[in-house]
């Protein structure tokens, strides 16, 4: 058969078959008398194997190396395709989300939605200088819906970029605390690493507290230490032993011995603080310094006692650093005191 009766039969462009021919994927067996290709019964057998092969999305490249190479293995293939296919999905499906939360800010006019869409867009850039810029230079007067700033945070690797979403969604009000909080409870370790610690900027936000004080309990650590960071910052006792924790395993020990002094404003609470930080106490030398430090930030005479135990502790060290800080501490008091009082 001629080219054109090829391109009719098989529903394939002349087109198309000039350029399979040229990149050596289907080249006619035979040529007629005027120098036109003729394609045999092999050969349009062939056209249609190509064309099985691109529907299922490989490139003409891996089509031909399919074809040709004797060591290609069909299930590393399929296991690609595969692959592929869900990354597409998870993609489409980001994309998806994203527009339905366009279309829930009820767009009044085509010039706000095609500049949202163009955000959109430049949300997925792999760029994330791009991603950057969109999040902080967005047009004037053009409102982001928070779902869509939820949705890009929670799938944001770029610390630089994540912190810009955060501080977009912050300025935004709590209307993504939804997405946020199913972002909490996702199995993905990573997303609800994101999702609590932009929770925690949004101290204010209706559910905020609730969701934050559940991750107090989950099984990634750093998941716990941001929630009690920001609940602990807000008074609720409930992230105390986070916290205490955070002191003796020397994480973020100082932000959370801070925590743990604002907290101990409360003079039950103070007793409880004092309480779980020496329940610790049995431990190495550097960790009871962390301890020790933590001590200094807690109100009340119990944790004043605990300090000067400390100044004879076993440990040279812990005993210098405890005498030190019990000057600190004393110190502070005196200046604390009225003028005049003892």
């Given amino acids: 058969m001629l080219i054109g009766d090829v391109a009719r039969h098989s529903g394939v462009s002349a087109r198309m078959l000039r350029h399979y021919d040229a990149l050596g994927l289907v080249r006619p067996t035979g040529r007629t008398a005027g120098g036109y290709r003729e394609y045999s019964p092999e050969d349009v057998r062939r056209i249609f194997h190509v064309e099985s092969l691109r529907s299922l999305g490989l490139s003409l490249k891996q089509i031909g190396r399919a074809l040709e190479d004797p060591a290609f293995t069909p299930s590393a293939l399929v296991s690609d395709l595969i692959r592929w296919t869900e990354d597409r999905l998870a993609r489409e499906q980001e994309l998806l989300e994203r527009l339905r939360a366009i279309d829930a800010s009820a767009p009044t006019d085509w010039q706000g939605v095609l500049r949202l869409v163009e955000l959109v867009r430049e949300l997925g850039s792999t760029s994330a ?167 200094v930030e807690v109100a009340g005479p119990a944790a004043q006692e605990v300090l000067r135990r400390l100044t004879r502790d076993e440990d040279r060290t812990v005993a210098l650093v405890a005498s030190a800080l019990v000057g600190v501490v004393g110190k502070r008091s005196a200046e604390d005191r009225p003028d005049g009082e003892p």
Avoid: K
């Fill in 129 to 295: 200088a791009r991603r950057q810029q969109a999040v902080l230079t967005r047009p004037e007067g053009v409102s982001v819906p928070a779902e869509v700033l939820a949705g890009a945070v929670l799938t944001e690797s770029d610390p630089h970029v994540a912190g810009a979403l955060r501080w977009a969604l912050a300025r935004a009000g709590g209307d993504g605390m939804a997405a946020l909080d199913a972002g909490a409870h996702a199995e993905d370790v990573d997303i609800r690493r994101r999702a609590v610690r932009t929770i925690a900027g949004m101290p204010g936000a209706p559910g905020a507290t609730a969701v934050l004080t559940d991750a107090l309990g989950d099984p990634d650590t750093t998941v716990r230490r941001h929630a009690a960071l920001a609940l602990g910052g807000q008074g609720v006792t409930a992230a105390v032993p986070v916290l205490v924790g955070m002191v003796v395993e020397g994480s973020h020990d100082v932000d959370a011995a801070e925590v743990l002094g604002t907290l101990s404003q409360d003079p039950g609470c103070a007793d409880r603080i004092t309480a779980a930080l020496v329940d610790e106490l049995d431990a190495d030398p550097a960790t009871r310094i962390r301890i020790t430090q933590a001590l």
